[in-house]
């Protein structure tokens, strides 16, 4: 990736545009409890109880929950019956992808869910604290190769980063903390934009097209306008 994106004083650059991205996307108003019918949980490799709950507590009309890792032994039990007695939602207002491989294959699945749902409204997007950009970004390309543009809000899902939470791949054993895998996020997200070897798009949506494309369409949203308004 080469980008340079002039500001009025430092230009962000490859070498700061995580970051960045970051607080721009942090910046982003939320809807509240309720305010927008749709959520989607995004489950990681880590505390993904509390990623459903949080996201069942936004929605008033759709729960989606995203797949979860095939050796994530916890996820498992995620099964429509547990979500139910879980979240106390009803089976019709929910749907749950199953296994996923990783985030590309997630959020082409809340892509489709979009699309053949025409979710033009937008939604809520939960995810563990460490993860959000990424799983953000990886949405919004999935979104964006469809050309499909709803508003999507980043919403963080927040616990002890000293909790051994996370599965260290290499071991299939659960041994890693928030803090133990943050800076890897770092890197994937600037190497995930990158172009394929068959010439395809990386799977992560690029920094140029957020900040040129999208995040200027988002805010001129009459959603987000009002959310900002009631600040």
Known sequence: MTFEFKTH??????????DCVEKLMRGIPNPGDGELGVSVAFPGIGNNTWTIVQASDFMIDLLLVAGY????????????????KLTLIEYNNFC???????????????????ETRNLTEGFTLHVSNFHLQRA???????????EIFVPVFPVPVIYNPYEVAFLDNQTGQRTLREVDVIAGEYAR??????????????????????????????????????LLEER
């Open 69 to 84: 890792h095939e050796e994530d032994v916890v996820a498992r039990d995620f099964t429509a019956k547990a979500i139910n």
């Open 96 to 114: 749950i992808q199953g296994v996923a491989k990783n985030a590309h294959e997630q959020a082409e699945w809340v892509a489709n869910q979009v």
């Open 136 to 146: 953000w970004r990886t949405v919004l390309e999935s979104l964006r190769r469809r």
């Open 9 to 18: 004083q430092t230009a962000i650059t490859d070498e700061n545009e995580v």
């Open 189 to 226: 997200i600037k190497s995930y934009q990158l172009q394929k070897k068959d010439g395809s798009p990386g799977d992560v949506a690029t920094t140029e097209w957020l900040l040129t494309i999208y995040l200027p369409w988002l805010y001129k949203q009459e959603l987000v306008i009002d």
